[in-house]
């Protein structure tokens, strides 16, 4: 019986409101831009933050990454003294006195240097990674063909060495690469394999010359192998300039046990380079520490976007407020003839309530519909990624119907509160 | 045959205050109607016959005295009370008709009934029949605004009539009409009469209160003068409009 009336009043409104189609559909227009405003730009904030916070990943939340960076006074002395030699970064030393920390289960060192690596007639700018064999399991690499370095190759000082794809295809356009022999400087590498790199955010290049070239024209050779042919003091030459630096490491990668070991290491580890480097020859990246910021300034570009839409659902809802109130002195008569004719004051209410409702929660789906819609058309047009939430699109619609409610309610209950004798005069 | 009269009216009064300026309309009036009569009311604007007509029609309340209607105390009743008293022992007819123009002459006909929780599809064969009766039954999906006035107020009166109300309260049903369409709706009213419905009319015209068996003449507040006629000129007419 209830929902029998309930039933009847809701085709009434629906009623009502299809009678003046345009004034509906203008007044829904405020919540269905709310709504779909907000599930729109949480959509597309979601998804901006969500690329970042996958680089992030892959490099491994439970990893760090100890970095040589050059310090910014030696710079000068580069210019100043002809047969200076800037001396800084990492050392196999450091890698040793990492054994110390606890919490950690395996670190991986690795030199970059850049220069021509050559095949015959060919050339190809690179870089010369020195590493060993775990290399492969702890940054994203796929091996394509042959085999990665082994520890026999670095025990050995093997002369051997894997290429990226891409440069494989630069410097062997006709040839079958493995079993070739490619240069280094004066050395030769015969290539055991062929790998593609996955990430490399960790590799990318750090300031100076080589900055903007391509990352992945990589040659992986063992350690050992760098270290005795190639050396550590690398001297580059110019037109008229001339730098050396002697780097013995460049980089480490330290995997610890769990997530947990890593912020408490991490104030350790700097505490122990820091006695042994008394110049700020190194930096320590530490891909948690990106994610928890990036955590927190998503939450806040998300409070931004959705106050922002919420406003836009507040104004949407002031609009339906308005109109319904004017609807309510357009139809002082019709409310009059009701009451005279046996309706309660409540049945006004809820007669003018249920067309707010009907309004707010057509916009609300609308503005769903639209708002879904408009993120997959961003992602088809621009490369931007976007990722909707379900919560998002319940959330702008639950408020859409509160909306709908509580700014119904007053225009109804002035409807309801109308002498009846006075809207029956009413003109 | 004596029967318990539907409305009882003892020492009603009813005061307004507009402001500073307090406004007696109704300075005790007693009344009794009882079951098939045909009242007119009278009076000139002020005399206070709108608001006995009000408080007849249970929209007003009175600030003092007693109104019986159909035996029960309206004056004990509350808001949702009241309305649904109205709904089920009133009906009304307005002189603008009244009508709900988003509704077609069906729908219309159907409100009461709608407040007392009855689905049209129910009582279509109901709200048909007092279509047909008031000469609309070809006409049931039209909107009011594509009916004239005469065909109008019989719309207002089939509705009136719906829910089978104790009292059919009218308030200057012709005075929108042309005098042609208006004697008609006058018959109308005969004949409704006729079957047994007790009316009340309140009205300008000598011609309209003509009609009537009692004409009330309200002055100041009070009634003022009463006149009862015998039946037998609206009776003489009722073979001419059948």
């Known amino acids: ?427 | 045959m004596l029967t318990e009269p539907i409305i009882r009216i003892e020492k009603l009064e009813k005061t307004y205050h507009l402001g500073e300026v307090e406004v007696r309309a109704l300075r005790g009036v007693d009344l009794s109607i009882t079951r098939g009569e045909y009242v007119a009311i009278m009076g000139a604007s002020g005399s206070g016959k709108s608001t006995l007509l009000n408080v007849l029609g249970c929209l007003d309340r009175p600030t003092a005295g007693k109104f019986f209607l159909g035996g029960e105390d309206v004056a004990a009743m509350d808001d949702d009370a009241l309305s649904a008293f109205r709904g089920r022992t009133l009906g009304f007819v307005f002189q603008s008709y009244n009508l709900i123009h988003q509704l077609t002459v069906i729908e219309n006909i159907h409100v009461p009934l709608f407040y007392k929780g009855r689905d049209l599809a129910a009582c279509l064969d109901h709200c048909e029949s007092l279509a047909r009766l008031v000469g609309l039954g070809d006409r049931l999906d039209h909107r009011p605004k594509q009916l004239s006035g005469g065909q109008q107020q019989r719309v207002a009166i089939a509705r009136a009539l719906v829910n089978d109300p104790l009292l059919i309260l009218a308030d200057e049903p012709t005075g929108n009409l042309d005098s042609k369409t208006g004697v008609e709706i006058l018959d109308l009213f005969d004949q409704l009469n006729a079957s047994g419905k007790t009316i009340v009319l309140v009205t300008h015209g000598d011609e309209v209160a003509g009609r009537a068996q009692r004409v009330l003449h309200m002055k100041d507040g009070v009634v003022d003068r009463e006149v009862t006629r015998a039946r037998r000129a609206s009776r003489a007419m009722e073979p001419a409009i059948a």
């Open chain 1, 1 to 427: 019986m209830r929902l029998g009336s309930l039933i009847r009043i809701v085709q009434l409104g629906l009623k009502s409101l299809m009678l003046h189609k345009m004034r509906s559909a203008l007044t829904m227009l405020g919540i269905i831009f709310g709504v779909c405003s907000v599930i729109a730009m949480l959509a597309i904030g979601e998804g901006a933050s969500y690329e970042a916070q996958e680089a992030i990943k892959k490099l491994g939340s439970s990893n760090i990454i100890i970095r040589s960076v050059k310090p910014p006074s030696d710079n000068k002395a580069a210019t100043a003294g002809r047969s200076y030699v800037a001396e800084y970064g990492l050392t196999y030393a450091d890698l040793g006195r990492l054994d110390t920390i606890p919490g950690i289960k395996r670190v991986l060192p690795v030199r970059i240097i850049r220069d021509e690596i050559r095949f015959n007639a060919m050339v190809q700018q690179g870089q010369v990674i020195g590493t060993r064999p775990l290399y492969a399991g702890m940054s994203g690499v796929e091996l394509v063909r042959g085999r990665f370095l082994t520890d026999l190759d670095e025990a050995r000082q093997n002369n051997v060495c894997v290429l990226t794809l891409n440069l494989a295809a630069n410097l062997f356009p006709y040839q079958d690469p493995l079993e070739q022999e490619v240069r280094v400087g004066p050395d030769y590498f015969t290539v055991v394999g062929l790998l593609r790199e996955k990430s490399t955010i960790e590799k990318r290049p750090q300031a100076g010359p080589v900055e903007g070239q391509p990352l992945d024209n990589n040659i992986y050779v063992p350690l050992s192998t760098a270290r005795a042919r190639i050396g550590e003091t690398i001297i580059r030459r110019g037109a008229g300039t001339y730098e050396a630096e002697k780097v013995e490491l460049h980089q480490l990668t330290v995997q610890f046990h769990s997530d947990d070991a890593v912020l408490v290491a991490v104030p350790q580890i700097r505490a122990l380079l820091l006695r042994f480097h008394p110049k700020p020859d190194f930096e320590i990246i530490v891909p948690l520490e990106l994610l928890i910021q990036r955590e927190q300034t998503k939450r806040v570009f998300n409070i931004v976007l959705g106050s922002i839409a919420a406003i836009s659902l507040l104004v949407g809802g002031i609009g339906i407020m308005n109109i319904m109130l004017a609807t309510v002195t357009e139809r002082t008569r019709e409310i009059g003839i009701r009451r005279a004719l046996g309706a309660r004051r409540r049945d006004i209410t809820t007669q003018f309530l249920v067309e707010t409702v009907v309004l707010s929660i057509g916009g609300g789906l609308i503005g769903v519909v639209v708002g879904v819609a408009t993120p997959l058309v961003v992602s088809a047009l621009t490369d931007m990624k976007t990722i909707i939430t379900p919560l998002s699109v319940v959330v702008a619609f639950g408020i859409s119907g509160a909306v709908g409610i509580v700014f119904g309610l007053y225009p109804a209950r002035r409807a309801a509160s109308l002498d009846p004798i006075e809207a029956l005069r009413h003109e």
